[in-house]
């Protein structure tokens, strides 16, 4: 509370600008994640440019939150920004292709291996979209997930297991829809659990991410990933990987790091800069059994039929235009040694502080990504979060951290590493993380 108090005291154009925003927002702002741990609302921002951020109070943060991935290229990348205003000035949404997106394809198909794509306005989209395609190619109605999972605001997903039954989340009002009829979750690395719910075969896909890390980070057990692949080519299951977060594993995502074939590969946040933006891939085999059930989607006949999937506004030129500037000049294999070797460098800097003060803590990196865990070890499923979880712990870091000048992603105390986050920015980060450690040792 002392904290929060104190942000909210140093920031009053930022309160002001929440009182005023809550009177026609319906949740006070068109962003309203970092209220929770800021003294009740967010900051504002005035300006975002490459790993920094300022708000309207003036004050300045070392942006390890990176919108949540969709920042992931860092804030206003040149090539991005210039990408974007050629293209604006050219126009951007004219239900016609532009020649710049025949070179997405290719990039796509040959960076994350999957020979097709569809695009969409989010990773929310993209996940529907295969879901829906799974759907039309297996006659099946169900998609099994993980409990702890979030993949957007895809309903069969709202889900947890809960006293071993599927519930809705608790985050999610069931608004008189039941989507548990339709959902089947299961513990991560179970592999049990996993092989009992395809063997009934009504599931059409399973969505998954390949390492949890919407419910803190949670490491995939060794042989998982290839477990569920083959129990799922075994039933007539299709595969969602959804890499919309773990795509900052590297330029090919997790999927092409560790050799994965999944009928389906998603992403979004990052893939154009920031500007909104999603994509599916699908194999080649699953794009037969498509044109096979739905034939007026395949390129070869001359009709075609709309499906419901992308959206007039996806695969605009203005997308596409940053789409191609960020597969080109931001996301490459250099920029993601850098990003990889920063966020080393905290996780290292950060255990150094937890060894030295004798803590029961942890930090897990993958990629460009690290968490500090209030708990000795990784946990191995959602049941291992919510039995374990510091709740009080990661609510007064966060506050902590944002009187100091660091922002991480909502929700967990994670941090994304951007192509401008510097050495400086991640030394910072183990100053500020020992003086919180002193604190509490104070208290
Ligand atoms: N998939 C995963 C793994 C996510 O973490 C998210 C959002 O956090 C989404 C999908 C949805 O992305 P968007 O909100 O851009 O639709």
Redesign the pocket.
Known sequence: DREQQRFADSHPASRANWERGKRHFLYGGPSHWMRRWAGGFPPYVEEAKGARLTDVDGKSYVDFCLG???GMCGHAPEAVTDAAIRQLQRGTTTMLPTEESLWVGEELARRFGLPYWTLT???????RGAIRFSRMVTGRDKVLVFSG??????EEAHVELRDGKVSLRNMIHPNGVDHTRVSKVVEFNDFDAVRAALADRDVAVVLM?PVM??FGMIPVAEGFLDFVREETRKTGTLLII?????ISSGPGGYTRLHGLEPDFF?A??AIAGGI?A?IFGVSQETAEKIWAAVPYVNPRQRQSAHLGIGGTLAGNALTIATMKAVLESVLTPANFEKMIANARRLAEGARAVISANNLPWHVTQIGARAEIMFTPRPPRNGADVIATRRGDLETLLHAFYMNEGILVTPFHTMFLMCPATTEADVDHHTVVFGRFVELLKQE
Request: charged share 20%; proline share 3%.
């Open positions: 949540d991935t969709g306005t989010s990773a929310t989209d993209a996940n999972c979030y993949h957007g605001g895809v991410e890390t919407n959804d890499e919309t977060h773990t998603v979004g946040k909104p999603g």
